[in-house]
């Protein structure tokens, strides 16, 4: 325990952030420790926290990736014509939107791979490029989310058995211990659990830490460098899909957010480094990010609960983050060689 | 004869127009441990990494077990059972040492890497190189540098070598481990195995060696039987090369007032005991095969390192605390760094812009730049080397490795430096250039300053230099002046063996 502490300090620092704030949150708040707050605080996070995921996988081989918040900004508006009509229909589009956000992703690994390029410039095109898939997608907001799909997913397990009228409509006595549980955070955890998790204990999910702590390293220990950074951009990809998914049912619509999309690639970067991953690779994971997000999106919650500026809300989120990542930075006074600070 | 288990046939390999490796055959036969001696740059890590599939050869045919095979990665060569053990270490330092030891190839479960399968291995391999004390849930980064390197002998262990390429194996090793792997290596050879064994330590190879082979300039010259050779004989094959250079004369040796005085300097693994005294006007060499402490020495008295220990005296002051000291105190401290590419040069900027980095309080005037004495600067830096350039304002990168690394050399003198540390100043650049650095060295030492010359190449340290002192482990075990500065010296002090002068 304790070493697991030790190897993984950045994350259980922001773990501990994480549960101060939440704890001091719904003490503060009037409704406090409520399924109302806690539905409402779960799906204003899920879409950041997947983009956060997204961000992680090639930050941990020292890449960035700038096109995640326009890869959700496509699926969402992919998805809100494909979210509609018959079961069968709606499931067909569920996988459509996130073949469309994974596909974006692939064929940014194939130009970071094949093309040689530097991630941060390659996906800088590919972000803008899917904003303007979603544009001529969407020129105005709008579309057509099945609302029953829509109302079921974004409230709590409850809601979500009476909609389809399972478990004798949510009274069923075995769903009773979760029926107050948001199923926005199901899906997160479910997603996390069931993708990354095993993607992290496979030989291509390891490549990855090896290539962000030394990839040259890797290649002699005869490691898939290629198949490893392929895979970490389509794994963002998919994430990314995951929060246009997400977005498009919470919203109802799709709507090509320019601005909305640069945002939440800015924040994701902040959330995978809060979360205590290193943007030098090799250290880290999406479950930190995922923390990290939530950390984020609970500063802006408290906004609204204190008596607190709402223009003060940038320059007071700024703070937090620089202060959260200087305690990650005690490690360069221990090196010797003052060269190595620069490689 | 039996068929020798890796037989090579006229490889060569060139890097950048600079030859490597030219023509060699070499063979090694099953359950034997195979030396490979040479000097710096004489082809050895060239040759296993041609071995082990890191590079490819530009020519020439390699055999395995007598069937012709061609290694394009490293892992092509793991599953053929060539395992190499690299000598800059192949491990990741974020994971765990159970993750680094089945790194490639993890036990799985259901398609998943197979956590307590992983463990239970890396504790059995470790248990054969007796690190039962290593925790194979630790991060490889939190272990000190001789478990990391017994680590990384499990892991070469654990891939069923047939072929086990060791690199310096046993360079950071105590002496307890050392006699683990000389038992192992016995163990290995009995079931078979073939060792590759690359050390400079003779008395290892001495120890567990049957067969040796001698390389030099990139050439195969020799194998014989252990025994067949005295150490003497050795050390004349890794010479004997021919004259590249031509070097100024030497002034007759006077006695000089020192204008800097290192004793017992210490730093991490690398300095354990630094001592030496450089006069004015001094060209000391600093000899010894690479890693034995020479860049940190010179890195340590740049500033550059934090927490040296011992006692310096430079003028009326101690050990430079930052570069900035070093070149603004007094007597003023330059270094040519080992790297141009990444220490000395900013490649895409001017040559202009490159020249005046270090001297950019000769060119401002409250803090502006003037344009006139930056031309004056730059044109006194380029007359001064006679850097050939077609417009001061191409990038740097445009010019050949002989001229940038002029540039280098131009730019720390317009700080007009007192004591200039070089660090492996002509390594990759041609024979002309190399001559007139070598000039302008000599210029400069006549003209009152001091230079503390580290150079891969020995016979760069007898033609210029006044003295040589030569690096072993971290300690200075030799020092030569005026005659008895000869290549079978410093080689014979190199390795630490008792060669006489």
Known sequence: ?343 | MTTPIIDLRGISKSYAGIRALEGVDFAAQRGSVHAILGENGAGKSTLIKIISGVVQPDAGEMRLKGQPVRFSTPSAATAQGVVCMFQELSLIPDLSVADNISIAAPPRRFGLIDRKAQLSRAAELLARVRCEDVDPRTLVRDLSLSRRQMVEIAKALGRGPQVLILDEATSALTAQDVQTVYDLLGKLTGEGVTTLFISHRMHEVEALCDRLSVFRNGRHIETFAKGERTDAEIVRLMIGRDVTAKYPPKPAPVVRPPVLKAEGLEWESALKGVSLSLGKGEILGVGGLDGQGQKELLLALFGVLKGVRGKVELGGRGLPSSPVDAKTGQPRVALIPEDRKTEGLMLPMSIADNLVTAAFDRITRSGVINPARLDAAVQDGIARLQIKVGSVTDAVRTLSGGNQQKVVIAKWLMTEPDIILMNDPTRGIDVGTKQEIFRMMRDLADGGKSILFYSSDYAELIGCADRVIVLYDGRVVRELEGSTITEEAIVGASLNIGTAA
């Not at chain 1, 406090?32 to 997947?50: C, D, K, L, R, W």
């Not at chain 1, 989310?145 to 004798?168: C, K, Q, S």
């Open chain 1, 1 to 343: 325990m304790g070493r697991l502490i030790a190897q993984n300090r950045g994350f259980a620092g922001a773990l501990l952030l994480f549960a101060a704030l939440f704890l001091t949150y719904n003490l503060l708040h009037p409704r406090g420790f409520s399924s109302a707050v806690f539905v409402q605080n779960a799906n204003e996070s899920v879409a950041i926290a997947f983009v956060a995921m997204a961000q992680t996988v090639p930050v941990l081989m020292r890449g960035l990736d700038l096109s995640v918040g326009a890869v959700m900004t496509l699926s969402a508006c992919v998805a809100s014509y494909l979210l509609t009509g018959s079961a069968l229909e709606i499931s067909f589009g569920i996988v459509a939107v996130l073949a469309t956000g994974t596909a974006f992703g692939l064929m940014n690994g194939l130009i970071v791979v094949y093309g040689r390029l530097q991630p941060i410039i390659a996906t800088l095109a590919t972000g803008a490029i899917a904003i303007g898939l979603a544009l001529l997608l969407r020129p105005q907001p709008g579309g057509d989310v099945d609302g029953d799909l829509g109302w079921a997913l974004t409230n709590t397990v409850w809601d979500f058995a009476d909609t389809y009228g399972i478990a004798d409509g949510g009274e069923a006595w075995w769903i009773r211990p979760f029926a107050d549980i948001p199923v926005p955070l199901i899906l997160l955890v479910g997603v996390a659990a069931l993708v990354w998790l095993p993607f992290k204990r496979t030989v291509t999910g390891r490549t990855i830490y090896a290539i962000g702590s030394a990839e040259g390293a890797a290649y002699v220990s005869g490691l898939p460098i290629n198949r490893a950074k392929l895979a970490a951009f389509t794994l963002a990809g998919f994430f990314s899909a995951c929060a246009g998914l997400y977005l498009a049912l919470q919203t109802s619509t799709g709507n090509a957010d320019t601005v909305q999309a640069g945002a939440y690639t800015l924040n994701s970067i902040a959330a995978v480094v809060l979360g205590g991953t290193a943007l030098a690779g090799g250290i880290g994971g999406a479950i930190a990010s995922v923390i990290g997000a939530l950390i984020l999106r609970l500063i802006s919650f408290y906004f609204r609960i204190l008596d607190i500026e709402p223009l003060l809300q940038p320059l007071i989120e700024g703070l937090v983050l620089l202060l959260a990542v200087s305690a990650g930075a005690w490690r360069t006074f221990s090196v010797k060689n003052r060269l190595e600070l620069f490689r």
